[in-house]
């Protein structure tokens, strides 16, 4: 197999609580590997760690522990200069498309920043580079006079996109790129994210609350709980046949846009509240809520288990056909 | 039209909603031409893209529009006219006959109370009850809305609850006074997924229970899909679309319903192919004099340029498109109809 293009051990990022009194374990001991090329899509909840762990790839923040390596280094082996050389290599495009373009720049500045950041071109050579990578985003030339204000949310994150191309990305974080755009628009940007992968073999871990959307782009999807993976697979996997109790409550959560005689996937409620990152429950972290609980759920952490060919899954009581039916249906308290 | 056999709880007359222009800027026409009716007990979607006017239609219901809007038409609200009553009326209205839920419930919510005697005040306004009968109503209501615990639950501020605990007070707050209609906007875009489920089917239980009906905002057609009966679409400021829920999605008859639908990435035929609607919705200073979708419409013709009415095409659809009976559109589900 080809070498990853990231590969992650127990990654750990905590953070100070709010009140500086406890610690946020916004990321708990996760591991994968992104291949070249690929899609590796995230879904989970909000503050289930995915942006964080984004964030960590491309070098926005420390880990706490674990190791990461980045093509064939390992990134606590890099001297700083290394680093600094190998970070521009992975880059993130996030939800706001408002979030890296200056006001006050011109679309072209933003566009040369980047570059001009990682050094070692001519300004001549950059603004080139730039327009080229105007074009490739499916914007005029002329767009490159503007002013963020004077492009429209979608336009904006093809500036976004062609921001990062020129510094040859291996790996682009995508982080919620299409939440803040209008349904009607959303396809004309993920098929460009396509044609930019078909043509340039750029891999993207692509985080978004719309599983309809990433179940379209990935190639593998892993869930997210409080901090950790809980299921990671080919995506016909996930979306299939699901292993892990939350990945089947989260898919038959989604509202489908069919009439109700098409509608035929039965809704599983999950009762009660998400817990808080900050205090976890002990054992398998989704027992609170989860119908299959038993004792040993809320006791002993589940192992990280690969029940199918590449697709892993935490879970005491997941089988390789799923889950096995409900014993009783008692409701869990939830309080 | 739906509900036309029996009076309609709510029934919008030519409501056109516009903003005057700050600094001599002309007024901008926001809302236009809006006709519709809800019957007692009916859940409707309105749904359409951000900036068609979705919010400012609710709030004008719930006539809590800032004095820069210019408001024309009727807005009947079980025969009484929330557009022209007077300010008196509207206090007696709201709560008893019309309530709202909003997205963000902490911005409705007073952080120096507790949730429990929030939701009293809410009651006070149309009830007067001894302190221990409005206490257990309360407690009652919440209880109505999942909320464990209620009894402890009361004495809590809205900071110690989660979103969703949040959203079930809100809730709860709008249920107190048993109102004939609850205008929901966006009332679980800032929840996830699994709580948004739990809070919609609450929605759709508590209204099947006391026979309140809901209008449903969103852009989320497949909220629409499981909570409504019915789904009007609206594109910059128009309805083009009314038609019952499971119609519009198998049989959509304007091409903008139609776009939409086939914008939904579950849909597409092609692996890997997102579908998209092109260009881009007019301003509302720049609109279009013809039909507001033409510019980005595949179907349109000469007959377009002019301005489109909504017009009947069955006993419980209208359509905001001359061209509609020309050709058959894609829905939800490629090429079945309802
Ligand atoms: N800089 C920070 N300081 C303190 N806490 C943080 C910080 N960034 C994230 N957190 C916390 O870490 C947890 C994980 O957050 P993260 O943003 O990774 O979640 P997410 O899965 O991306 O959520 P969302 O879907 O809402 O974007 C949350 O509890 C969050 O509040
Ligand atoms: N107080 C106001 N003054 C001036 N213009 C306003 C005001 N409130 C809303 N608008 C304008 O009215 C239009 C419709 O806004 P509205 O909030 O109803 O959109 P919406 O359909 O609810 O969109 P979204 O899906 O984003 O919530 C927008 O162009 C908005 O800028
Ligand atoms: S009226 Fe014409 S332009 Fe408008 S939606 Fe119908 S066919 Fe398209
Ligand atoms: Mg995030
Ligand atoms: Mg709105």
């Known amino acids: 197999m080809t070498r990853p293009v990231v590969s992650v051990r127990d990654l750990v990022v905590r953070f100070p609580s709010l009140d500086g009194s406890s610690e946020v374990r916004a990321v708990d001991g996760v591991s994968f590997d992104i291949r070249p090329g690929e899609t590796f899509g ?61 006001p006050r720049m011109t679309i072209l500045d933003s566009l040369t920043e980047p570059m001009r950041i990682a050094g070692g071109r001519s300004k001549a050579d950059m603004q080139d580079t730039a327009l080229a990578a105007l074009e490739k985003v499916g914007l005029r030339r002329d767009m490159a006079q ?85 299921e990671l697979g080919p995506t016909e996997g996930i979306i299939d046949d699901p292993l892990h109790p939350y990945t089947v409550a989260l898919l038959s959560a989604e509202p489908q846009p069919l009439p109700t005689h098409l509608r035929h996937r039965r809704r599983m409620t999950l009762e009660g509240d998400i817990p808080s990152p900050a205090n976890p429950p002990s054992g398998c972290r989704f027992h609170t809520r989860c119908p299959w609980a038993t004792p040993d759920c809320a006791s002993l952490e589940p192992e990280w288990r690969e029940l199918k060919p590449d697709h892993r899954v935490a879970c005491h009581h997941a089988t390789e056909k799923g889950m096995p039916p409900l014993p009783v249906r008692e409701s869990v308290s939830s309080d | 039209m739906t509900g036309a056999a029996i009076r309609p709880i709510l029934d919008v007359r030519d409501l056109s909603i516009g903003f005057r222009g700050r600094r001599g800027q002309p007024a901008l026409n926001i809302v236009h031409d809006l006709n519709f009716r809800i019957a007692p007990g009916e859940r409707v979607g309105l749904v359409g893209e951000s900036g068609c006017g979705k919010s400012v239609t609710g709030l004008a219901l ?62 006070r306004l149309h009830e007067n009850l001894s302190k221990a009968d409005e206490r257990d109503r309360v407690i009652a209501a919440l209880a109505d809305v999942g909320i464990p615990a209620p009894k402890r639950r009361y004495d809590e501020y809205p900071h110690q609850l989660s979103g969703g605990m949040r959203q079930r007070v809100m809730i709860a707050m709008a249920l107190i006074n048993r109102p004939d209609l609850i ?120 007959a377009c340029t002019a301005p489109q009415e909504l017009r009947d095409i069955a006993a419980d659809r209208r359509v905001r498109c001359v061209r509609a009976d020309d050709f058959v559109l894609d829905g939800a589900v490629a090429g079945e109809t309802a």
Not at chain 1, 48 to 68: D, I, N
Not at chain 1, 69 to 97: K, L, S, V
Not at chain 2, 103 to 117: I, K, N, W
Request: glycine residues 8%.
């Open chain 2, 183 to 302: 205008i929901a906007d966006e009332p679980t875009t800032a929840l996830d997924v699994t709580i948004q489920a739990q809070i919609m089917d609450l929605l759709t239980r508590l209204s099947e229970d006391t026979g309140t009906a809901l209008l449903f905002i969103t852009h989320d057609l497949g909220v629409v899909a499981e909570t409504c009966q019915r789904m009007i679409t609206m594109y910059a400021g128009e309805i083009v679309e009314d038609a019952p829920v499971d119609d519009a999605l198998l049989s959509p008859r304007h091409p903008y319903t139609s776009g939409l639908l086939r914008s939904l990435p579950h849909f597409n035929m092609e692996k890997g192919r997102f579908a998209h609607i092109p260009g881009r919705v007019p301003s509302p200073g720049a609109m279009p004099t013809g039909c507001r979708f033409a510019p980005r419409c595949a179907h349109a013709a000469d």
């Open chain 2, 62 to 123: 719930m006539r809590l529009l800032p004095g820069a809007a210019q408001i024309g038409g009727q807005i009947l609200l079980d025969g009484k006219d929330m557009a022209t009553v007077s300010q008196g009326e509207i206090r007696r209205m709201r709560g008893k006959k019309i309530a709202m839920i909003f997205q963000e419930p902490m911005s409705a919510l007073d952080p120096v109370f507790t949730v429990g005697e929030q939701i009293a005040e809410a009651l």
């Open chain 1, 146 to 230: 503007r002013y963020p204000h004077e492009l429209s949310g979608g336009q904006k994150q093809r500036v976004n996109i062609a921001r990062v191309l020129p510094l040859s990305p291996r790996l682009i974080v995508c982080d919620e790129v299409v939440a803040a755009l209008d349904v009607s628009i959303r396809g004309e940007i993920l098929n460009l994210f396509k044609e930019l992968q078909d043509d340039l073999g750029v891999a993207y871990a692509f985080i978004a609350h719309d599983i309809s959307v990433v179940a379209q782009i990935s190639d593998r999807i892993a869930v997210t709980y409080l901090g950790q993976f809980v």
């Open chain 1, 42 to 102: 995230v879904i989970g909840e909000s503050g289930s760690g995915k942006s964080t762990v984004g964030r960590t790839l491309v070098g926005l923040l420390a880990p706490t522990s674990g190791t990461m390596a980045f093509g064939d280094r390992d990134r606590a082996a890099m001297t700083r200069a290394e680093w600094r050389t190998e970070r521009r290599h992975y880059q993130m495009i996030f939800q706001d498309p408002n979030a890296a373009l200056n």
